[in-house]
T-cell receptor, first 118, second 112 residues
Framework: GAVVSQHPSWVICKSGTSVKIECRSL??????MFWYRQFPKQSLMLMAT?????????EQGVEKDKFLINHASLTLSTLTVTSAHPEDSSFYIC??????????????FGEGSRLTVL | AQSVAQPEDQVNVAEGNPLTVKCTYS??????LFWYVQYPNRGLQFLLK??????LVKGSYGFEAEFNKSQTSFHLKKPSALVSDSALYFC??????????FGAGTRLAVHP
C-alpha cells in the first residue's frame, strides 16, 4: 500500500520553542492531508485538513495560530507547533488519502510524532 | 449527528480462540466503513474497508468484518487470535467532506 512518512518520530523541546513535524506521501500525490492529535488511551482527534496550495481548514477549538499547517506541495504537509507548552505534549498523526475519490480510497497514516514539551 | 460506537474498551481473548471487536455506526446515506489497527507509539494501519458489494469483507492478517445494514454494525472478526494481534483497533466511518469519524478504539489483548 501507499506509504506516508512522518518525521520526526520523537521530539523533546523546551517550553516556548516551536517544533515542525513533516508528513510526506512517498509514492502518491495527496491533495489533502489530515492532522490528528491523540491523547493517551484515547481516539484520534482531527485537528485540521491540509489542502495543497490553500489554507488549512481547522476544526472547532483548534488554534490556527498555535498549530500552523502548510501544504506547499502534493507530497508534503507540515505542522508547526508554535511556542509550545507542556499541554501541547501529545502524539500527532498525519494521514493522506490515496487517489480514488472521496470515500473509496482508504487513508494512509504516518507513524506518528510524539512531542514532549518540557 | 454522525457517530461510530465501539462499546468495549477492551476485549480479552485466549490465543487460538475466535475474536470479535464490535462497532456500530450512525451516519446518513451509505456508510463507508474502515477498520484500522494501532500498535504502541505507531500510526494506524489499514485492515479492511466496506464500500459496497459483499457484506463480508476480508482484510489483512486474517481479519474480516461483516457489514450489517439492519443492525448498523460492522464487527471485526478473526477465527483464531494470535498474541501478536494485541493492539488498539479503531472502527472508522467516512463522514463526507473528507472527514473521518473515529470510534473510541478497543484494546484487544490476546493471552497465550
Amino acid at each position: 500500500g501507499a506509504v506516508v512518512s512522518q518525521h520526526p518520530s520523537w521530539v523533546i523541546c523546551k517550553s516556548g520553542t516551536s517544533v515542525k513535524i513533516e508528513c510526506r506521501s512517498l509514492d502518491f500525490q495527496a491533495t489533502t492531508m489530515f492532522w490528528y492529535r491523540q491523547f493517551p488511551k484515547q481516539s484520534l482527534m482531527l485537528m485540521a485538513t491540509s489542502n495543497e496550495g490553500s489554507k488549512a481548514t481547522y476544526e472547532q477549538g483548534v488554534e490556527k495560530d498555535k498549530f500552523l499547517i502548510n501544504h506547499a506541495s502534493l507530497t508534503l504537509s507540515t505542522l508547526t507547533v508554535t511556542s509550545a507548552h507542556p499541554e501541547d505534549s501529545s502524539f500527532y498523526i498525519c494521514s493522506a488519502r490515496d487517489a480514488g475519490g472521496p470515500g473509496t480510497g482508504e487513508l494512509f497514516f504516518g507513524e506518528g510524532s510524539r512531542l514532549t514539551v518540557l | 449527528a454522525q457517530s461510530v460506537a465501539q462499546p468495549e474498551d477492551q476485549v480479552n481473548v485466549a490465543e487460538g480462540n475466535p475474536l470479535t471487536v464490535k462497532c456500530t455506526y450512525s451516519v446518513s446515506g451509505n456508510p463507508y466503513l474502515f477498520w484500522y489497527v494501532q500498535y504502541p507509539n505507531r500510526g494506524l494501519q489499514f485492515l479492511l474497508k466496506y464500500i459496497t458489494g459483499d457484506n463480508l469483507v476480508k482484510g489483512s492478517y486474517g481479519f474480516e468484518a461483516e457489514f450489517n445494514k439492519s443492525q448498523t454494525s460492522f464487527h471485526l472478526k478473526k477465527p483464531s487470535a494470535l498474541v501478536s494481534d494485541s493492539a488498539l483497533y479503531f472502527c472508522v466511518c467516512f463522514g463526507g467532506y473528507n472527514k473521518l469519524i473515529f470510534g473510541a478504539g478497543t484494546r484487544l489483548a490476546v493471552h497465550p
